[in-house]
């Protein structure tokens, strides 16, 4: 099979020293940036009393998943029952926006006086 | 829909304690505006919002354009770190109070370990009126920066190639090309995150009611906070009335300012 005319020019690929130094510092500080998320992670399946243990344990020694099975059957925190009130609010307003928001804007742009866009 | 608006500005004129029914509101001409300019409580949480907003505004516009300029096409893993960068801003905001209350833990937070590594002694964060604000301010610069940066990016992707490539047969080094191509292509971009930052800044109020409750000494109360506190705390809804609508008169002037000056530059 002849290929010798399908061969595009590759580009050069060299490595840019100044773009592995800027990666370098920029995904330090990414990093930084998103460990609070990862210390909650860690802390969710730690003891009460290893949560503050310094230098910190990223990975805990005898990781606990009873923070877990807690929240779902604490009787004074329905946690269940608290998850669908956020399913219900999210629900009706998507619902109440896109309804809403379909009908608005239509008569906006064909009325011509003032204020015709700062009723809603 | 401009009920409630209109109902904040007559209660803003009147005196009324929520609870005791519609029958109770006396007119008070502008007894609740005068009494905010010589309300202590009223002026100080006012500078701190001044501080805040310029702290908060400052520092993210000038950090989130830094980094999306480095991001956009001067690093490798872009996905990976605008996703970074993005997570704190989706993250809900009494979720982070609640995980930042924990680091900023006085004695054993992890943030407060940290310093101390570096053999310095810590600041108490939030315990102390000295830092409290600061520390709140830090948190939120790192909740809003990840917004900013998104923006801005999309901002970059607008900036035509050629300008570059113009700027560097004419000898430009990156500096100058920021300077000269990317920040003017980037002024609407600028403009609009400039007001809704702003706008942002002055609202808050999540992170203040859930950390420290306005204290430690008012040290954190802010505008928003203090309208809460007068209004559901001490049932003044004329004043705190007063307060919203301050608030919005000086959002209104800002902004209003920022429009000028635009139509100045262009």
Same mark, same amino acid.
Request: overall charge positive.
């Given at each position: 099979?002849? &290929? ?8 050069? *690929? ?8 800027? &990666? +370098? ?16 992670? =860690? ?13 910190? /344990? ?5 990781? /606990? ?15 269940? *029952? ?8 999210? +629900? +009706? ?9 379909? /009908? ?8 011509? =006086? *003032?204020?015709? &866009?700062?009723? =809603? | 829909? @401009? ?7 007559? @209660? ?6 929520? %609870? ?16 905010? %300019? ?21 520092? !993210?516009?000038?950090?989130?354009? $830094? $980094? ?6 001067? $690093? ?49 964060? #939030? ?35 050629? #300008? ?30 400039? !007001? !809704? !930052? ?31 506190? #007068? ?21 209104? $002037?800002?902004? @209003? ?10």
């Amino acid at each position: 099979m002849d &290929t010798t005319n399908h061969v595009k020019p590759r580009p050069i *690929r060299r490595f840019n020293a100044g773009k592995i130094a800027w &990666t +370098f510092i920029f995904c330090v500080l990414g990093i930084i940036t998103i460990l609070p998320f990862l210390w909650m992670l =860690s802390a969710s399946f730690k003891k009460p009393l290893e949560i503050y243990d310094f230098p910190i /344990q990223w990975i805990p020694t005898e990781p /606990q998943v009873s923070n877990y099975i807690k929240i779902w059957n604490n009787p004074s925190y329905p946690f269940f *029952r608290f998850f669908l009130n956020s399913v219900n609010v999210a +629900f +009706f307003s998507v619902i109440g926006c896109l309804f809403s928001a379909r /009908q608005r804007p239509m008569p906006s742009p064909r009325l011509n =006086s *003032r204020g015709a &866009t700062s009723y =809603s | 829909m @401009l009920f409630p608006v209109l109902f904040s500005l007559i @209660l803003s004129f009147c005196e009324w304690d929520l %609870i005791s029914g519609f029958q109770n509101i006396r007119f008070a001409g502008l007894e609740n505006y005068q009494g905010l %300019i010589s309300d202590d409580w009223f002026v100080s949480s006012l500078m701190n919002n001044f501080r805040y907003s310029i702290v908060v505004v400052s520092v !993210t516009m000038v950090l989130s354009l $830094v $980094v999306a300029y480095f991001i956009n096409d001067k $690093v490798y893993f872009k996905k990976f770190l605008r996703t970074a960068f993005f997570m704190p801003y989706i993250a809900n905001i009494a979720a982070i109070s609640v995980v930042w209350i924990a680091l900023y833990q006085p004695s054993q937070g992890p943030l407060t370990r940290i310093v101390q590594t570096f053999g310095v002694a810590s600041p108490k964060w #939030l315990a102390s009126p000295a830092t409290a604000l600061n520390s709140i301010m830090l948190m939120t610069i790192w909740v809003g920066l990840g917004y900013n940066i998104v923006i801005y990016l999309a901002g970059l992707q607008n900036v035509p190639g050629e #300008l570059y490539e113009a700027a560097e047969i004419d000898g430009a080094n990156s500096f100058a090309k920021f300077m000269h191509v990317t920040l003017p292509s980037l002024s609407h971009t600028t403009f609009f995150l400039l !007001t !809704t !930052t702003i706008i942002n800044s002055f609202q808050v109020f999540g992170p203040i009611n859930i950390m420290t409750q306005g204290g430690p000494a008012r040290s954190t109360t802010v505008l928003v906070y203090y309208m809460y506190l #007068l209004a559901f705390r001490y049932h003044k809804m004329g004043k705190a009335s007063a307060v919203a609508w301050v608030l919005f008169g000086i959002i209104f $002037v800002v902004t @209003l300012l920022q429009f000028r000056s635009r139509e100045k530059s262009i």
